[in-house]
C-alpha cells in the first residue's frame, strides 16, 4: 500500500469524524437545550432530529455536485459547512437560529457520508478496500467517543452553558479537515468518467495500482457498458438487486436503534435511575466498545468477508437487545446489567453493521452510477434515523416506553438476521468492474 493511497483514504475518512463526533456530541447538550429554549415532547424531538433531516437532504443532494466537480472538491465545501455549523450552534441565541445551524450540519453530514466512502473506494484496490472503506467508519466511532469524552470534561470544567462549548470545539477537527483535503488527488474514476484519462492514469500509478494501464482501460469499459445499455438510470429494472440490498441494509442499519443510542445513551442510562455524571460516564464506556470493535472488524473484514460479520453481529445484537428489553420490562435495573447489555450490543453493531454498510454500499453499484446509488442508500439511512431519533424522546416517556422501544429493535435485529442468511452476497476480494459483472444482469 503506497503512502498516497493511505494518506488519501485517511483525509477522506476523516469526514467520518466529524459525522461521528456531530452525531453523538447532541447527547451531552440536549438537555440543557430543551431548558434554554423551552421545548416540550414535539419540539424537543424535532430539535434533536433536525441534524438528521439535514443529512435527509445532504445525502439526496451530494451526487450532483459529487459528479459535477468531484468527490474532493465537494469535500472541501462540505468541511466548510461543518466549521461553520459549529461555530453558529455555540454562538446563536434563537431556537430558530440553532435549527438553522444544525440542519447545516447535518448536510455536511449526509453529503460527506455519500462522497467519504464513495472516494475511498474508488482510489482502494480490491484487496484494501475493505479495510481503508472501514477507515471511514472507524472515524466515525472516533468521532463519537470524542464527543463523548469532550462531553464529560466539559460538563465537568464549565458551570455556565458548557452545552455552548459542547457543539462549538467541533470547528477545531472541520478546519483540520477542510486544509488536509488539498493534499489529497481527485478520484480517478471520477477523471476517466469526466474524460481526464492522462490524469486519472497518473492518479492510478501515484496510488500504487499493479497495472494502472490495465485499469483505466476496465474503467472506461465498465462506462461504457452502462452508456450503451442506456441504463445511466438508477432507478431503473436492471438495478434492482443492488437498490434492494441498499435499501434493506441501510434500513436494517437504523431499526437496530444505534443512532437512538448514540442520541441518547446518558438518558437511557438516566432512566434506569443514575446521575448525570455517571450517565455520561457510561456513555463513554458505549463509546469506547464501539470503537474497539470496529478496530476488530477491519482488521478481518477483507479476510472473514461482508456477509459473515454481519450474521455473526446479528446474533450478537439479538441477545443484548432482547436481554435490554427485558430488563426495561421488568425495570430491574440493579448492578450494571444495562449498560453490560449495551455494550454487548455496540460491540456487535460496530462488529457488522457499523463496519460494513458504507463498505458494502460503495461496492454494490457499478460506476456509471455509483454517485446516484451511494446517495441512494445513504438517503435511506438518515431517513430511518431522523425517524428514529424524532420518535425515540417520545416513546421514552410511555409506561414502560423501554421495553417497547428495546423490543422493536430486538425484532428488527431477528429480520436483519434472515434476511443476511438469505439475500446478501459476499463482495470481499472482487474489483469494482467485476461486482458489477455480478450483481447488475
Not at 433536525?50 to 459535477?68: D, R, Y
Not at 462506462?223 to 438495478?239: C, I, N, P, Q, W
Request: glycine share 10%.
Amino acid at each position: 500500500m503506497t503512502k498516497k493511497l493511505f494518506l488519501g483514504a485517511i483525509v477522506a475518512s476523516l469526514g467520518g469524524l466529524l459525522f461521528g463526533f456531530d452525531t453523538a456530541v447532541i447527547s451531552g447538550a440536549e438537555q440543557s437545550i430543551k431548558e434554554v429554549f423551552g421545548l416540550q415532547g414535539f419540539a424537543h424531538g424535532f430539535t434533536n432530529a433536525i441534524a438528521l433531516i439535514g443529512t435527509i437532504f445532504g445525502a439526496m443532494f451530494a451526487a450532483k455536485p459529487g459528479e459535477a466537480f468531484g468527490r474532493r472538491n465537494t469535500l472541501v465545501v462540505l468541511a466548510v459547512f461543518y466549521a461553520v455549523s459549529a461555530l453558529g450552534c455555540a454562538l446563536t441565541v434563537s431556537w430558530e437560529g440553532f435549527l438553522f445551524y444544525r440542519f447545516l450540519g447535518g448536510l455536511g453530514v449526509g453529503a460527506s457520508s455519500v462522497l467519504g466512502p464513495m472516494y475511498i473506494s474508488e482510489i482502494a484496490p480490491a484487496q484494501y478496500r475493505g479495510r481503508l472503506v472501514g477507515l471511514f467508519q472507524f472515524n466515525i466511532v472516533f468521532g463519537i467517543l470524542l464527543a463523548f469524552f469532550s462531553n464529560y470534561i466539559i460538563n465537568n470544567l464549565i458551570d455556565d452553558q458548557a452545552w455552548r462549548w459542547m457543539l462549538g470545539v467541533e470547528a477545531v477537527p472541520a478546519v483540520l479537515f477542510l486544509l488536509l483535503l488539498f493534499t489529497i488527488p481527485q478520484s480517478p474514476r471520477w477523471l476517466v468518467k469526466v474524460g481526464r484519462d492522462e490524469m486519472a492514469l497518473n492518479v492510478l500509478q501515484k496510488l500504487g495500482t499493479l497495472d494502472p494501464r490495465n485499469t483505466l482501460t476496465e474503467i472506461k469499459a465498465s462506462l461504457m457498458d452502462g452508456e450503451h445499455a442506456g441504463s445511466v438510470k438508477l432507478f431503473s429494472r436492471k438495478y434492482r438487486y443492488p437498490l434492494l440490498l441498499a435499501f434493506m441494509l441501510a434500513t436494517f442499519n437504523q431499526f437496530s436503534g444505534i443512532n437512538a443510542i448514540m442520541y441518547y445513551a446518558p438518558r437511557i442510562f438516566g432512566m434506569t435511575g443514575i446521575g448525570e455524571d455517571s450517565a455520561l460516564l457510561q456513555a463513554i464506556a458505549i463509546g469506547l466498545t464501539n470503537m474497539i470493535f470496529t478496530v476488530l472488524a477491519m482488521t478481518v473484514i477483507d479476510k472473514i468477508g461482508r456477509k459473515k460479520l454481519l450474521i455473526i453481529g446479528s446474533v450478537g445484537m439479538i441477545i443484548s437487545l432482547g436481554l435490554t428489553a427485558w430488563s426495561f420490562h421488568i425495570q430491574n435495573f440493579s448492578g450494571y446489567g444495562v449498560l453490560i447489555y449495551l455494550m454487548g450490543f455496540i460491540a456487535s453493531f460496530a462488529f457488522s453493521q457499523g463496519a460494513v454498510i458504507w463498505v458494502f454500499i460503495s461496492e454494490i453499484f457499478p460506476n456509471s452510477v455509483r454517485a446516484s446509488g451511494q446517495a441512494f442508500g445513504t438517503f435511506v439511512h438518515w431517513f430511518w434515523a431522523a425517524v428514529m431519533t424524532w420518535t425515540f424522546p417520545m416513546v421514552a416517556e410511555l409506561a414502560n416506553g423501554g421495553a417497547i422501544a428495546f423490543g422493536f429493535f430486538f425484532v428488527a435485529m431477528v429480520l436483519h438476521l434472515w434476511f443476511a442468511v438469505r439475500f446478501l452476497p459476499e463482495t470481499k476480494g472482487k474489483s469494482l468492474e467485476d461486482l458489477q459483472k455480478q450483481l447488475i444482469k
